[in-house]
């Protein structure tokens, strides 16, 4: 904590920052690899969540191949089958998408957003991020353990998590425990650190409401995950000792394998509850820091201000709240006491008014905006669209009486992939975009952009659209194969094989993606320091990328808020945050 | 859940006030502007590591009260057996008390600028809190001694869960007290150390409220509070 760049005793930064209270590397090693500069925190987050992920992105091929052509590929069998959506389910929520907005944007962005040298506690966010190395190959080891992963979904319901008969009894499910035990303790070490930077290192003049949405997106999520995380950390550690010592925290009387288990008496319902108190928080802790980055990429590339810049801030705090207390919707058919359901599908519901005011102001942003349809913008437009579908389709899952008969079905797959899937990997991959020529001083390569684009906003369409028809039509989720089923056309496996055949389209062009993001390092066109002539702070540093200590001798001071876009009477259609007020307001204030 | 919702009422509360001294209902876009014109909206006054213990503060309270619902939901079932608890604990609980009496003690002593009073203190806490450890690990002896395991029922299984994770909470504070000690004994200057002890006897001081909030679960006298809030939300 003595690294800490400025006054810790006052907690004002002062302007200038002698040179000896920064944090300096004095080695290759503690510059790139146990840097405790949050920049390259936030890259090292990245890659690692990208590589985890692309094992899910895999996996997820795998599952299309067994779904799209069953009996064809001898190397997928049942149990196998389970592991992969489980592990596809685990990685994409927790250690893809978590680490990356939180750890990854929220470690980059943080900062330079609000004006600040670094993190406050440099150390314990290094130590954050090789606790997260240290949970992710725990998570991947699991793959090379003998039994395999766990198969138990990606929600580890007991009994049947730790049962045998579920793949990945014997070491699957302990690692996968092990794993989010460590991601937890990791993420609670970055999150510290989120929260009091943005309380505490915040440049003169950045006041609360001067922040850019996206610190108020990764602020809040951040919020909620450090309440909710310990929710699903209680929950593991009670499992674990369920299936290591045997004690029966979850596990009720039953009969495995024609003998009398040693477990009795416990509530499989319990870990529901404390599952699904953090389980929903989550889908906020992963679509806030979206919400928030959005709206900077829609107000930058429309050149207008975001509309109702308040009522956003309200109402990501209003769902930040609100989402605590709509967990047991994920419960309805779970047998608790069924007139709970009542209650959490009105909060469910009341949920919804939030959030549509975000989707208002998003669009009221793009009414009548001078809209650069860069591939950003065509990411935060794909964002939009498909949060509204993933959004409308959750009404139906948040009633009751609709819920009853969906339960399990194609359709939430459907719903959640659109939800909390498709719309925030729009939102990362045109963050990406965004924020690439920042991280490295290129341009990312646009016709390659854009034909990732269109491929994978189709794409996801031609996936996640026929699900939903499949849903409806009672396809059950996590089935290896449907068979010989009545209810089930023979049209609805070809739809299968549809799915499947555009998925793996989708699926490869993300190497495009891949390419680009390599190419485009060595080759990428220069960028400038503010090539989209944005606003916000980070865009102004005094070098590209920017250097140890972000800001060169002086900290930035801010006059005015984020979104200054297209100002009548200014010079230019943007003036930056730290540009002070023109000069007859000066002269005023002399005066006064 | 029900202790869990309300001790998050609490929270929102607390996050509640705190947004209402930020000028939420301010109009960003009309406040052009040097600093100081828009009162109101600057960083807190206090140290980084404080709020930061405060949040921390928060997350592990958060973490107790989770364990603490679980243990009212699993308390109802019929299975449950609850054990006797070793006389021990009071002797444990006392001297919990003595460790942060003597880091409060250490606090005082920093504030006056009285390096061997801060350095007393610290010491005497440190060994209180080892004593406590050492004794908590003799009850689990005493308690499987006397046919009490792990996993031979749920009252059981929770006895060891819970004070083993405040066990360990106050094991990461021990590694925390113990660096503050070794700057101050390697002659650190007493106002670089006045922030780390008061963190430290903070930190002591929590530690004692979740723990005699433990006690009182585990001895059942608290059963009757928790049955009230049961009933409140069902």
Known sequence: MVDVPYDGITG??????????????????????????????????????????????????????????????????????????????????????????????????????VGARDMVF???????????????????????????????????????????????????IILMMSSLILFIIGFTMGGLNYVVTVLQARTRGMTLMRLPLTVWGIFTATVMALLAFPALFVASVMLLLDRLLGTSFFMPSLVEMGTLSKYGGGSPLLFQHLFWFFGHPEVYIVALPAFGIVSDLI????????????????A??????????????????????????????????????????????????????????????????????????????????????????LSDTM?????????????????????????????????????????HFWVTFLGAYLIFFPMHYLGLLGVPRRYFELGDTSFIPPSAHSLNAFISVVALTVGFSQMVFLFNLAWSLFKGEASGGNPWQATTLEWQTPETPPGHGNWGKELPVVYRWAYDYSVPGAAEDFIPQNQPPRATQLVQGAAS | MSAIILFLAVLAVIAGWWLSQQRLTAKPWLEEGPIGDFPGGDAMTWPAAKVGLGVFLAVASVLFVLFISAYSMRMDVA????????????????????????????????????????????????????????????????????????????????????????????????????????????????????????????????????????????????????????????
Not at chain 1, 306 to 313: E, K, S
Not at chain 2, 109 to 134: H, S, T
Not at chain 2, 214 to 223: E, V
């Open chain 1, 411 to 451: 359709f939430v797959v459907a719903h959640f992939h659109m939800v909390m899937g498709v719309a925030p990997i729009m939102v990362v991959l045109g963050a990406i975009y965004h924020w690439y020529p920042k991280v490295t001083g290129r341009m990312l390569n646009d016709v390659l952009g854009k034909f």
């Open chain 2, 79 to 234: 299975d449950w057996r609850a054990l006797p608890v070793p006389r021990l604990l009071w002797f444990n609980t006392g001297v919990l008390v003595l460790s942060s009496v003597a880091l409060q003690w250490s606090y005082v002593a920093a504030r006056r600028d009285d390096a061997e009073g801060v350095m007393i203190g610290l010491l005497a806490g440190g060994a209180a809190a080892v004593i406590f450890l050492g004794g908590q690990l003799l009850a689990w002896q005493q308690l499987g001694a006397a046919g009490y395991f792990v996993a031979s029922n749920p009252a059981n299984s929770f006895f060891y869960l819970l004070t083993a994770v405040h066990g360990l909470h106050l094991t990461g504070g021990l590694v925390a007290l113990g660096r503050t000690t070794t700057k101050m004994w390697r002659g650190a200057g007493i106002a670089d150390m006045r922030l780390s002890v008061e963190l430290c006897a903070i930190y002591w001081h929590f530690l004692l409220l979740v723990w005699l909030v433990l006690l009182g679960l585990l001895t059942g006298w608290t059963d009757d509070f928790v049955n009230i809030c049961r009933q409140l939300l069902s």
């Open chain 1, 299 to 314: 107000s930058t590339h429309a050149r207008k201000n975001i509309f109702g810049y308040r009522m956003m801030v309200w």
């Open chain 1, 12 to 113: 004002i930064p002062p302007a200038e920052v002698p040179e000896v209270e920064l944090y300096h590397p004095k080695s290759w090693w503690t510059r790139y690899v146990f840097s405790q500069d949050a920049k390259v925190i936030a890259i090292q987050y990245s890659l690692t969540a990208s590589a985890i992920g692309l094992v899910a992105l895999v996996l997820s091929w795998l599952m299309r191949l067994q779904l799209g052509f069953p009996g064809t590929f001898s190397f997928i069998d049942a149990n196998q089958y389970l592991q992969f959506i489980t592990m596809h389910g685990m990685i994409m929520v927790i250690y893809l998408l978590t680490a990356l907005f939180l750890g990854g944007f929220g470690n980059y962005l943080i900062p330079l957003m």
């Open chain 1, 316 to 405: 990501i705090v209003a769902i930040g709240a609100l989402s605590f207390i709509v967990w047991a919707h994920h419960m309805y058919v779970s047998g608790m006491f069924p007139q709970f359901g009542y209650f959490f599908a009105t909060t469910t519901l009341i949920i919804a008014i939030p959030t549509a005011i975000k989707v208002y102001n998003w669009v009221l942003t793009l009414w009548r905006g001078d809209i650069h349809l860069r591939v950003p913008m065509l990411f935060a437009l794909g964002f939009i669209i498909t949060f509204v579908n993933g959004g409308l389709t959750g009404l139906f899952l948040g009633n009751v009486v609709v819920d009853v008969p």
């Open chain 1, 122 to 172: 440099p150390y314990v966010n290094m130590l954050s991020y090789w606790i997260y190395l240290l949970a992710v190959l725990v998570l991947a080891s699991t793959f090379f353990v003998p039994g395999g992963p766990t198969g138990a979904g990606w929600t580890l319901y007991p009994p049947q998590a730790i049962l045998s008969g579920t793949p990945g009894q014997d070491w699957g």
